[in-house]
């Protein structure tokens, strides 16, 4: 074992680069810590052809090297077989998920559990649909967390990233209570026509729980400092030129040119140990020399997301034990839209979420389901040809002209509170293997029960129906499977014995470790929590300094 | 160098698809995909058939889309299909694009000749399931 002997003023070390990492990072280092920050921190290679910085449509009709980007060089990007977690990838994004496999591998039984993990720099941030969502009152309270805190830390966030929001009907239920938000982004035709709609029948839907809102995005409308504002190229899903859209390598890389902030990537954090008072010591994998090394500080923030900090939690437990796992339902469902077929539409959009119907069945905002709406168009039309049960040419002819009236609904369920789900039926546990740099894998145990089946069904039926009286019509609905969500949490659930401490973030039976992603939520809601993970972060770091 | 079944592949498949000859520098990504891919289908006699009679194509990949979704080739009509359509010289077809009464008449057709090769493509695919 080669160690690394920690300088007597190292005071923290943050596992983890992703959303909840570098923003604990940035608290810390803000309070003038001093911050080590340890990750696997996979890049993209250099080499891999990236998209020009021009629209969709001119790439499209002008670019006879598209194929290179839009599909690999060596067409790994054309996803065959079936629907999968984390197939919708495009191809420069698919770095995020590299040597996952390889060095966190996990088995579930199979078509059970499908999870998405990074080990990139900037983890699942690089390829997030940078939905910006808050959280109501009751959210937070079943997820344990504290409402002042997480709302501190949604402005504290929305200052640094930049979110781009309209007020609207949505604005109650999912963007409420953050100031200084830019004007949001302007709207495609599909959903404007979409907003006038939902004006039509907005009070018959009110009254089934219902509403309509615009997305807010961490996608800049106006310039601000070296980022420019969206350029309406439609090539959001591909590549980020500009800066306009904020994600967690950006905040690295200024984490990077701080004084007091340390980057050692190439580690892959394996367990902890530390007394109360005294120094935790981190184990890592060296990935360069395969050999085992050790970091030291006072205090350990563990922000590897929610699967990669119960390995390193489980571990420093010996191996042994089950942790509990909660994960969204999703499915997403292709709707046609019979008034804009044959339309021609404006080439001038972005390519992310545009509009959010959310749906509260109890009107208290505890168990609220989300879909996420947007246009087809530059995800490429290879993807629905695929899924289309007919011959392709004629998939093709019938897609093509159908294409400026498809809309997609990404349709999230919430699950949890963690103290109700089976634990029979779902957990994680490490289980040998000796093929993995960690001699274990994670098996992961995830199914409902007839009763949770049986509510997302009541609400999926709610949405679709909703989604008809606007004049969108559900032809075709999906299910990649559980896992495809990419939203984990309740591993070490605050206040369980073997969790989290409520009101601290600390981790319970290790003093000096604090859980900064989504381990300790006990409730997992449908709306993108990418945001409240990052307040989280913020907030759980200022806890750790106070303490 | 191409291979010369996945050149002869590409040429019957590029016409089908698009009814245009093949370019080279499309053959040449077909087959490259092909190998990252695996997408062999040696000795399967749908794809035989296929190189045999390719009037037969439109209605193996109907039948096939129904009853075996995942079958080669079905696989190798899509990955030459993304291929196409990131040339910009197929790029229209695959965009959307405004149209009146006359692509109105196209959908219809497109719609009817789907169901008509589906209809057909299963009574093959089940005579040579049997034959094989």
Redesign the interface.
Same mark, same amino acid.
């Given at each position: 074992m080669s160690g690394t002997a920690a300088p007597p003023d190292l005071d923290f070390l943050v596992v983890g680069s992703g959303p909840s990492g570098v923003h604990a990072a940035r608290t810390l280092l803000d309070a003038g810590a001093k911050v080590r920050m340890i990750d696997v921190g996979v890049t993209r290679d250099e080499r891999a052809p990236m998209p020009p910085d021009r629209s969709f449509?001119d790439l499209?009709?002008?670019?006879?090297d =598209?194929?290179r980007y839009?599909?690999g060089e060596?067409?790994?990007g054309?996803p065959?077989?079936?629907l999968r977690a984390g197939s919708g990838l495009s191809t420069p994004r698919q770095f995020v998920t590299a040597r996952v496999d390889e060095l966190t591998p996990h088995d579930a039984s199979p078509g059970a559990f499908s999870p998405v993990e990074s080990l990139a720099a900037g983890g699942l941030g690089g390829a997030w649909g940078l939905g910006c969502f808050t959280l109501t009152p009751a959210e937070l309270e079943q997820m344990g967390l504290p409402t002042d805190g997480i709302e501190r830390g949604y402005q504290t966030v929305a200052d640094r990233i930049g979110i781009s929001a309209t007020p609207d009907d949505g604005t109650p239920h999912f963007k409420r209570g953050i100031a200084g938000l830019q004007p949001g982004l302007d709207l495609d035709e599909p959903a404007e026509a979409l907003l006038q709609a939902y004006a039509r029948h907005r009070a018959a839907l009110n009254r089934r729980g219902v509403h309509l809102g615009r997305t807010a995005l961490a996608l800049l409308s106006r310039d601000r400092d070296a980022r420019r504002a969206s350029a309406y190229h439609d090539m959001d899903f591909w590549s980020d030129h500009g800066g306009s859209a904020w994600r967690p390598a950006r905040l690295l890389e200024e984490l990077r040119r701080h004084p007091r902030f340390e980057y050692r990537d190439g580690q892959l954090a394996l367990r902890f140990r530390g007394l109360a008072g005294a120094p935790v010591t981190l184990t890592c994998h060296n990935l360069r020399d395969g050999r085992e090394e050790e970091h030291s500080a006072r205090r350990l923030v563990l922000a590897a997301g929610a699967l990669g900090t119960a390995r390193i939690v489980l571990r420093s437990h010996g191996g042994e034990g089950r942790l509990p796992l909660l994960c969204n339902p999703y499915y997403y469902s292709l709707c046609l839209r019979p008034g804009l077929i044959?339309?021609?539409?404006r080439d001038r959009r972005h390519s992310l979420g545009q509009l959010v119907l959310t749906h509260d069945p109890r009107r208290d905002g505890s168990r609220v389901t989300v879909a996420s709406l947007l246009s087809y168009?530059s995800r490429?039309?290879?993807r629905l040809? =695929?899924e289309?049960?007919?011959?392709?040419?004629?998939?093709?002819?019938?897609l093509?002209?159908?294409?400026?009236a498809l809309t997609v609904a990404g349709i999230f369920h919430p699950d949890g509170p963690v103290n109700r789900v089976s634990g029979s039926l779902r957990g994680l546990s490490l289980v040998p293997d000796r093929h993995g740099p960690a001699g274990d894998r994670l098996h992961i145990d995830f199914s409902l029960t007839d009763g949770e089946r049986a509510a997302v069904a009541a609400s999926q039926r709610v949405v679709l129906g909703s989604l008809r009286r606007l004049g969108c019509w559900p032809v075709r609905t999906m299910d990649p499977g559980m896992g495809a969500s990419i939203h984990y949490g309740g591993t070490l659930p605050y206040g369980a014995d073997r969790g989290t401490e409520p009101g601290t973030g600390r981790l319970r039976g290790a003093a000096e470790v604090w859980l900064a992603d989504g381990s300790p939520f006990r409730f997992v809601p449908a709306k993108g929590i990418t945001l409240t993970l990052m307040a989280h972060a913020d907030w759980v770091a200022r806890q750790a300094l106070g303490s | 160098m191409v291979p010369p079944q996945l050149e002869r592949e590409a040429q019957l498949f590029t016409r089908?698809?698009?009814s245009r000859p093949v370019d080279p520098a499309i053959a040449a990504?077909y087959a490259?995909?092909c190998e +990252?891919?695996r997408l062999t289908g040696a000795g399967d006699p749908v794809l035989a058939a296929c190189l045999r009679f390719p009037a037969l194509i439109?209605f193996l990949?109907?039948g096939c889309?129904?009853h075996r979704?995942?079958h080669p080739l079905? +696989?190798k009509?899509?990955?030459l299909?993304?291929?196409l359509?990131?040339?910009?010289d197929h790029?229209?077809?695959?965009?959307? +694009?405004?149209?009146?009464a006359g692509?109105?008449l196209?959908?219809a057709g497109?719609?009817a000749?789907?169901a008509l090769?589906?209809a057909v493509?299963l009574w093959l695919l089940r005579r040579l399931e049997r034959r094989a």
């Open positions: 449509l499209r009709r002008h670019d006879p =598209q194929y839009f599909l060596d067409f790994a054309i065959l077989g079936k044959g339309r021609e539409l168009r490429l039309l290879f040809i =695929q289309t049960p007919i011959a392709v040419p004629q998939a093709r002819a019938i093509a002209r159908l294409q400026s | 089908y698809l698009v990504r490259v995909a +990252r891919h439109g990949d109907a889309a129904l979704p995942q079905r +696989r009509l899509f990955v299909t993304a291929i359509e990131t040339t910009p790029a229209d077809r695959f965009l959307p +694009r405004g149209f009146g692509g109105w196209a959908l497109a719609a000749a789907a090769k589906a493509g």
